[in-house]
């Protein structure tokens, strides 16, 4: 018999981190996330160097960041996720009130990207639902200065990062206030995660299935990211260019 679909919760928080970090292990059923990637375009992807995407319902625009479309998200990014994050209310207080965009990123082994910050385009809330592989996101101070968050990842004179997060498959990760703006998040271009154990790893204690990295490795498989976020800057792309209907 398939899983029953999770029943939403307050994701958990995670002791060692920023208190705007919380995780929930177990948002989608392993049934919805074969669902939701067999469902993906393969027309829709845009290769990169260091992985590929697909941005929907549109990019945004390359100079203002603005959204330019009213087209909805497409069906199958949006039930059963979008009814799960509106119980949590994780978007609630947003410009929009809910999500208006998502970035899929699919990362192959071996594949990552660098430390980076999301930046204003956005409301300063993100919800990353992982799906495919686990893989381990890396969070870093901006060293932007005496006394930044980034002073604390200079161990034995090695730069490290502040801390490590385990995304499991299935699982939702939502970044809020001081976690967006002043530290950046990146994915190490390695086949396997070293160091994977309650130590190393911030949520650790909150795992959905701590047994599948008892040997502290996780040899990585093609994971697929879906990133949610809300664009603070929307309008019709069908008006600036004199289109009717």
Request: net charge negative; hydrophobic share 35%; charged share 20%.
């Amino acid at each position: 018999m398939p899983s029953p679909p999770p029943t939403p919760s307050t994701p958990l928080p995670l002791p060692t981190l920023p208190k705007t970090i919380t995780y929930h292990p177990t948002f989608l059923t392993p049934t919805e996330q074969s669902t939701l990637l067999s469902s993906l375009p393969q027309t829709h992807w845009i290769p990169l160097s260091n992985r590929r995407l697909q941005a929907w319902p549109s990019p945004l625009t390359p100079t203002t960041s603005t959204l330019l479309t009213t087209t909805r998200l497409p069906p199958f990014l949006t039930d059963p996720i979008l009814p799960r994050l509106a119980q949590l209310g994780i978007f609630r207080n947003t410009a929009h009130g809910a999500p208006n965009h998502v970035l899929v990123n699919e990362y192959a082994p071996g594949q990552g990207i660098m430390p980076h910050e999301d930046g204003p385009a956005y409301a300063g809330v993100v919800a990353t639902v992982s799906l495919g592989g686990a893989v381990v996101l890396e969070i870093w101070g901006k060293g932007d200065g005496e006394g930044s968050a980034d002073e604390t990842s200079i161990v034995e004179g090695e730069r490290k990062p502040l801390y490590r997060i385990l995304q499991e498959p299935g699982s939702l990760l939502v970044t809020t206030g001081e976690a967006y703006t002043d530290y950046l998040h990146g994915i190490a271009a390695v086949e396997v995660d070293e160091d994977v154990n309650e130590a190393s790893i911030a949520n650790w204690h909150v795992l959905g299935d701590r047994g599948a990295y008892a040997g502290g490795r996780n040899v990585r498989g093609t994971r697929t990211s879906l990133t949610y976020r809300d664009v603070l800057r929307v309008r019709d792309g069908r008006r600036i260019l004199g289109l009717r209907g």
